[in-house]
């Protein structure tokens, strides 16, 4: 086996154009680490619905120039086999994003050449922008294909190829196994063709078109007063985002300073997800050192490329430091659901039109304002691959801080356009007097309280996922929380509604659960809900004590039976 294994990284470093991995490779050939090249060797990275996602490093089960060749190689022979582009007699095109991650630029332009070379067209965006910047130039330049080089909210040490075809939608089966299969048909990089010019890297004409469709977001003379404290955690996000505030009339955003600027290394941050704990530390202080007219009505967070937008607001404790005037320790997070629930609420009062629609995961909550509404709402499978696709979209969401306001112009989600619309409301709501919570209060009253919570387990050894996954559906749990469940579904075999996928859920007398692990990171996530009676704004606190109860309780019952 040790020579074998040698054997196929010494194969792998003949034909490896990246200097740097290269030298990765041969020292530990050198050193004959067995260990780290079987990590490395151990089979290939699989392209599936959300493009490859990896850490960085020679070999094929890492992410490096010699996988992304392989990758753009299946996706040129994916598309020159899809027939003819919709520009009769001009060959298609590709449009080509990419982040600030290290060798994201190096990706792109492989991407490119690779294009150039099956005899395609390729044009690149003309520096590191967010993810719903391509997204919104592939239907705008007629594209037949779209790769966007992210590994979104990963650690610095990952990154990442995204595809979308020519709808501007990511990838969905069979798109995803046809291309995988293009890709392991490639027999050696000596037989990808890779010009070294040829493809067009485009102006600021992209960027000035989108920033031009931001204007649909926002109603006709809506107040824009709301101020903000904003940060890019180390991402992309910053210039366009201040553009398009600029653009609205909304008081321009204070800048955590730290976070502002493009960073590859994510110096400030474990996990450059606004989700994560510590993540948004900076902006919390940020906006406590803010105070009389300077001082933030809400905190707005993008993830490294974004496309999600994070709200965090102040909770209305009475939490002022005698030091400075400034309130110390009362600004809070958002969860997903609550800013889904509040944009749903705010379209549906300017008059919104369309289906409204959510990922599985995401809170019942947006049903119910859809329902009283008179509007259609349908639920897909996780990920905006899937809820892109729903029939006569409006507005669409999942809990994970992804939010498609304006499906007309961006059908992914969008963290930019989120935050106009998100800031919009408050700005209304600041004119009125009120908050963003004070709303989430009134649903309440109106739907009955919508608690969420997750339960989320990060491993090193992926196998421990498939246990708890097994462990689950050998042995069901019959209750949680004292609650019984009355319906299990094994997400494995499909629904009516829903494609298969790997999980589980679980519907309760009050609550329900969805067991499932990540598509993008090491992770098994559990999603909880319950649903408690609110009969009116006096019953939310006891409303509030018992749905946290409910979901501690939840959450213990569940670990136990997952064996997590």
Known sequence: MHDELIAQAQAWLTEDPDPDTRTELARLIDAKDETELAARFSGTLQFGTAGLRGELGAGPMRMNRSVVIRAAAGLAAYLKKQGPPAREGEAGLVVIGYDARHKSHDFAQDTAAVMIGAGLRAAVLPRPLPTPVLAFAIRHLGAVAGVEVTASHNPPRDNGYKVYLGDGSQIVPPADIDIAAEIA????????????????????????????????????????????????????????????????????????AEQADPDPEFPTVAFPNP????????????????????????????????????????????????????????????RGDEVGALLAAHLVRRGATGTFAESIVSSSLLGRIA??????????????????????????????????????????????????????????????????????????????LHATDQLSVRVEDLSLIAAAMRRLREQPPTELAGLPITRTDDLTKGTAELPPTD??????????????????????????????????????????????????????????????
């Not at 903000?228 to 008081?251: I, S």
């Not at 598509?519 to 018992?546: F, M, N």
């Not at 309780?553 to 136990?560: A, E, M, N």
Request: proline share 5%.
């Open 185 to 256: 048909a490639v027999p050696s990089l000596t037989t990808v063709a890779r010009p070294t010019e040829g493809w067009d890297t485009l102006d600021d004409s992209v960027l000035d078109a989108y920033l031009a469709r931001t204007d649909a977001v926002l109603s006709e003379g809506s107040p824009r007063t709301a101020r903000t404290v904003y940060t890019a955690m180390h991402g992309v996000g910053k210039d366009v985002l201040l553009a398009a505030f600029a653009r609205a009339g909304f008081p321009a955003p204070v800048l955590v």
């Open 275 to 334: 989700e994560e704990p510590g993540a948004m530390d900076l902006a919390f202080a940020t906006a406590r050192a803010l105070s009389g007219e300077a001082a933030p009505d809400l905190i707005i967070a993008n993830d490294p490329d974004a496309d999600r937008c994070a709200v965090a607001v102040q909770d209305g404790t009475d939490g002022t430091d005698a030091d400075n005037g400034t309130h110390g320790t009362d600004w809070r997070m958002l």
């Open 371 to 448: 329902e009283k509404a008179g509007l259609p709402h349908v639920e897909t499978l996780t990920g905006f691959k899937w809820i892109a696709r729903a029939e006569g979209l409006r507005y669409g969401y999942e809990e994970a801080l992804g939010y498609c306001v304006d499906p007309d112009g961006v059908r992914d989600k969008d963290g930019i356009t989120a935050a106009l619309l998100i800031t919009e409301l408050a700005s209304q709501l600041k004119e009125e007097g009120r908050t963003l919570l004070d709303l989430l209060d009134d649903l309440a009253v109106e739907h009955g």
């Open 503 to 564: 999980g589980l859920r679980y519907t309760l007398d009050g609550a329900r659960v969805i067991v499932r692990p990540s598509g993008t990171e090491p992770k098994l996530k559990c999603y909880l809900e319950v649903v408690i009676p609110v009969g009116s704004h006096k019953d939310l606190p006891a409303a509030r004590a018992k749905a946290t109860a409910l979901l501690e309780s939840i959450k213990r019952d569940l670990s136990t039976a997952a064996g997590i």
